[in-house]
């Protein structure tokens, strides 16, 4: 399941549909909150921008790959947008499967990819009335590179 | 026509988030970018940026792509999801 | 916070507290569930051995190093013991840290090392009065020797 | 005296969770183990298993380790939590 959507979403709500299938072993979720603290500058706010359209196109590119590259039983993907506050559920990975290292691998997978790849914006509010738009971390960058590192050396 | 869009802090240094740009012969996103930088100084500067990022039909270029009419372009920084 | 009983648990109590610190910015958790299936023999139910004593104290050990070793904001451990039924909770493990990459190694490295050391045994029920004692998978044993590895490459 | 504990399948194998040895000279898990063999075949077989892990004190014993009077050791097989 895929979603971009400016609600808030509930963990309990998404591992239960997760854990559903008899054959779940283990069940591995990454939960992204809006920190306080950013790079030193204090944060009161958040505002998440999208490229509507892209976004849900990327995301199921991505979890068809996923799905491909491990063998999982369920994968859920939301990623909020508009404005958040501080402590806020940015975003949810949650995936399913048989043995614990597939789990662990899609889920950190998916979110170097979402870090990445997927087209969101984060803008913070340090105090109302001065926002300034989020660089991209290099080690964000870095991340992603070990995933198509590895399939590079698979092929 | 080619559509083109820009996203986050190139939307907000660019002050327009689409433009519809009439499709050249052979067109291609290193030559649409020539375009636009050519706009004028402002706009050479804000797509000059190094990590400058382009998805051609919302899926992500990672090198020069052939454009037809009709294609929708996108250029935006580096993205800060997650 | 470290936690072997018989009793169920419940996701969103564990998240909710490991999420109370205004600069956690990312939540792992794990969760592993009875299967119906192992190794191609059907399960119908579980029964968990341990330690005690032994189980306790080596969690913390563990704990304790885990959080020397990746900068960690909250960690959760809970394992449960006794008669499990198809597609109950086994175990969680829940980290949170400033940034994922803290979170999902950690929180991998705490399950390599509940599979491989912690003083836990599984007996499985595969029809009503007949019972055997699961092997150790070799892939398990695999996993830890990973961080293992690691520790000796950076020493 | 050293209490001796053994947990899971090697306790279902050998009848027995926990028995009292007294403390010899300079002992050491390698020796009592030893001696535990020497009780008969039965035990012998059992405890011969490649995979057994030992704990002293409650923590994991990766190789032969001095033991004194008034210590816990224990013989388990893998373990399979998780």
Known sequence: ???????DFNLQVEYDKLRQQSNVGAVVTFSG?????NLGKSVCAL???????????????????????WDILACTVIHRVGKL?????????????LHRQEAFACCEFMMDYLKTKAPFWKKECIKPGESYWVDARESDHQALFKWTEHLNNAE | MIKVLFFASLRDQLGISELQLPCEANPDTNSLLDNL???????????KQKQLMVAVNQTIATSNCL????DEVAFFPPVTGG
């Not at chain 1, 399941?1 to 609600?7: A, P």
């Not at chain 1, 505002?47 to 590259?69: D, F």
């Not at chain 1, 506050?85 to 499967?97: E, K, M, P, R």
């Not at chain 2, 454009?67 to 009709?70: A, E, N, S, T």
């Open chain 1, 1 to 7: 399941m895929i979603c971009v959507q400016s609600e």
């Open chain 2, 67 to 70: 454009l037809q009419d009709g």
């Open chain 1, 85 to 97: 506050a501080l402590q806020d559920q940015i975003v949810f990975v949650g995936i399913a499967s």
């Open chain 1, 33 to 37: 909150l809006v920190r306080d603290c």
């Open chain 2, 37 to 47: 930088k050519a706009q004028d100084q402002h706009w050479s500067k804000a797509l």
């Open chain 1, 47 to 69: 505002t998440l921008e999208h490229y509507p359209g892209m976004t849900e196109k990327a995301l199921t590119e991505i979890v068809e790959q996923a799905k491909q590259r």
